[in-house]
């Protein structure tokens, strides 16, 4: 049965405080051994009496011979959980193939490429590990990709291919990756519109634990990073490992225990029938999964945090204060009114004024225009001139707001091109915000949109795009090919029209929102520079939202904008220091009508954007720190210099609670051994409530403490009411 395997090959990537033990094993198809923190340095032997010392034993009922599934899991190898691989050939053939390592290869940081000979147990540091595997048999070739990055984190792909004489229908290419039997806990994400990113926990229990997004886009309900660790894990302690499948259309993640004492955690596309069919010759590439690990959760961030911040994508740490007018104006477009805002945003020292919905073809409510990217002639008779000169000329950029692959019944562009609307056959999909999606896989759909996009980029000075994404993708068939399912392919038409912009107009920023956050993944990050969270302003919940979409995305990247006094969205009302203050933990901005504001608060928010202007150099490049303190009721936010000279914290109440008797509040990501006076940030009016603890001192000068006392003792928090928070500053002496 493996007679043809070559002999056992191990490669040990290490560094960045990460290792990645692999393994060619019996089986001769690469396999996890182990992944996670660093296992030290590991000559030959020790790499291959590590392999043969974590070797399972064979016990009664097994297979004859005791071969690990792999990390594409084949059921050939006697695996009895969720395969790998599965598709077939038309006869029904090649629905289980042996994938066997033919060539190892590791490719450098500094790009220097080494062949690892097959048999030889080996080494390496950060960089990428190519396997080539193949099933001639079959008809296949698989390549494993699987890079230890700058923040040691780990990402891992699967590019299969197609070497046989027939067709080959593929239903899934997943990768799965060991897990140690003491992680019996599994936190991930879920929502809805407008409580997106909520957490939930569960013991792991046997068998598969399922996440599937059938929505065509990331989801709103998208796990956002699957973490298993011993029960009881926190943000700042516990050995953690996650996975992220950074698919931004259909998506899928499970965790699966099977009796036999096998643990794993993996991921990939979720296809639809049909969906990929390779010719002979033809490849399919899996989407990148994500894995990192930590001491706490806030660890496990801060690898994909330094991951992303590596990409040439990454956006400056100078990021613009902004102000979106939609919930100034909405449709509701008229030239004096959008002049006005723009005076005081400069007066309040914003640097970014976008024009949100409503400003192209017939666009004036959200039923007919999507789709024409023309400046409406009724709107703007002038065209969008006077605003954008007005808006640069005082020294602010100027964004645009567009939903390019969406389109209205009631279009130019739909009643010339029906054929261009994604539907599973003659049948029209179920309306969604009175729109349907444009099969931007149709080479004349996507070059309307880009010529169209690229004509305004090119005669207006927007360098900032608000790119909306407002309704589910199903029933997502290219009506051209009698309605054959095209999700994923439209998903990779769309981030190919945003690096054509971008490759085009350089320094162009991209926003991704998606009805708010229905559209952020680690892909996206490749393609986009700015994150909308949620549609959701409210400062209450925006402390559950903001912070776990920051367990993978870093703050630089999340849109976090001040809101109206009133919600508009929850009807709750809170002070200007609470929505501010709340507004500082990502890329600031507002998005509340200012002309209507009183002047004391209006001045308040100057203080606020002037003190965010301060501290973003911090803000915007230091680890993030997270808490729940008071079983809750109040969260820590926070952020601290990777130099350790600096952090700032938000100390937010939300409930009343324990908190409210004192308790401590202790200050983590600071140098034990270095001496930091800790003060409160008081910026305009104080939080409600707040009763001072006597380490805030006479005239708020604080107190001086070691590190180590400040995160093993704590302070004593101060009181608040509700929805309320207070700054609290810490710096090296």
């Known amino acids: 049965m493996t007679a043809d395997a070559p002999a056992t090959t191990t490669v040990h990537l290490r560094g960045k405080g990460t290792s990645l033990l692999l393994t060619t094993g019996l089986a001769g198809a690469p396999s996890v051994v182990s992944w996670g923190p660093d296992l030290g340095a590991l000559d030959a032997a020790a790499l291959s009496d590590v392999v043969l010392g974590a070797r399972r034993t064979h016990l009664g009922n097994d297979p004859d011979v005791i071969l690990e ?107 799965a990756l060991p897990l140690p039997l003491e992680a019996d806990e599994l936190l991930d994400s879920t929502g809805r519109w407008g409580t997106e990113r909520q957490p939930q926990r569960r013991p792991i229990s046997y068998g598969a634990d399922v996440r599937e997004g059938r929505h065509g886009r990331t989801g709103f309900d998208h796990p956002t990073l699957t973490v298993a660790g011993e029960h009881g894990f926190g943000f700042g302690h516990g050995q953690v490992r996650g996975l992220h499948v950074a698919a931004p259309g259909n998506n899928r993640t499970y965790v699966e225990r099977l009796p036999e004492g096998y643990q794993v955690m993996g991921g990939g596309e979720l296809l639809l029938p049909g969906e990929v069919v390779l010719a002979p010759g033809e490849s ?120 390019p692959e969406m389109v209205n019944l009631d279009s130019d562009v739909a009643r010339a091109h029906p054929e261009w609307i994604l539907t599973a056959g003659e049948r029209l999909p179920v309306p969604w915000r009175h729109q349907h999606v444009l099969n931007l896989t149709i080479p004349g759909a996507w070059e309307h949109v880009h010529s169209q996009m690229d004509a305004l980029l090119t005669e207006y000075p927007i360098s900032y795009i608000k790119w909306d994404h407002n309704r589910d993708v199903f ?29 085009d107009h350089p320094g162009l920023e991209i926003e991704s929102c998606s009805s708010g956050g229905g559209r952020i993944d680690l892909e996206m990050v490749r393609h986009t520079q700015r994150f909308w969270a949620s549609d959701v302003i409210d400062p209450h919940e925006r402390h559950t939202i903001v912070p776990w979409t920051e367990q993978v995305i870093p703050p630089e990247r999340i849109g976090t904008h001040v809101a109206s006094g009133r919600s508009q969205t929850t009807g709750r009302q809170h002070d200007l220091s609470f929505r501010a203050s709340t507004a500082l933990w990502g890329h600031m901005g507002v998005e509340w009508d200012l002309t209507a504001e009183t002047q004391e608060d209006r001045d308040d928010l100057g203080r606020w954007i002037a003190f965010y202007k301060e501290q973003r150099g911090l803000l915007l490049t230091g680890r993030i720190i997270r808490d729940e303190v008071g079983d809750g009721c109040a969260r820590l936010h926070g952020v601290a210099a990777r130099d350790g000279s600096a952090a700032l914290y938000e100390l937010a109440v939300l409930e009343r609670g324990p908190l409210a008797l004192q308790g401590r509040v202790r200050l983590r990501g600071l140098d034990p051994e270095a001496r930091y006076r800790v003060r409160p940030r008081i910026i305009g009016s104080p939080p409600a409530g707040l009763i001072a603890p006597p380490w805030f001192g006479d005239a708020g000068e604080g107190v001086v403490l070691p590190g180590a006392v400040l995160e093993r003792v704590g302070l004593t928090a101060p009181f608040m009411d509700p929805d309320q928070a207070v700054l609290i500053e810490a710096v090296r002496v």
């Open 69 to 175: 599934p792999g990390l594409v899991p084949g059921g050939w190898t006697g695996w009895s959980g969720r395969p790998g691989l599965v598709g077939h050939r038309p006869d029904g053939t090649a629905w289980s193939p042996r994938l066997i390592a033919r060539s190892i290869s590791h490719t450098g940081t500094d790009g220097c490429e080494r062949e690892v000979a097959l048999g030889d147990a080996v080494e390496l540091g950060t960089g990428t590990l190519t396997i080539e595997t193949a099933d001639d048999e079959a008809g296949l070739a698989l390549r494993l990709e699987i890079e230890l990055t700058v923040g040691g984190s780990l990402i891992a792909r699967g590019t299969l291919t197609n070497t046989g004489d027939t067709d080959y229908e593929l239903a899934e290419l997943s990768l």
């Open 284 to 403: 399919y590439t899996g989407p990148w999964l994500h894995l990192t690990h930590g001491e706490g959760l806030d660890e496990a961030a801060d690898r994909l945090h330094q991951w992303a911040r590596s990409l040439p994508s990454t956006p400056s740490t100078d990021r613009p204060v902004t102000l979106n007018v939609w919930e100034a104006v909405t449709f509701d477009h008229r030239l004096p009114k959008l002049l006005e805002l723009a005076d005081e945003a400069a007066r309040l020292g914003i640097e970014r004024y976008v024009l949100d919905d409503g400003w192209f073809g017939s666009r004036r409510d959200d039923t007919k225009g999507l789709g024409d990217w023309v400046v409406s002639d009724e709107a703007w008779p002038d065209g969008l001139g006077p605003l954008t000169e007005h808006v640069t000329d005082l020294g602010m950029q100027f964004g645009l707001w567009f939903e």
């Open 475 to 503: 029933d997502g068939g290219d009506a051209t090919r009698g309605g054959r399912a095209v999700v994923g392919a439209q998903t990779r038409a769309a981030l190919a029209l945003m690096d054509r912009l971008r490759a």
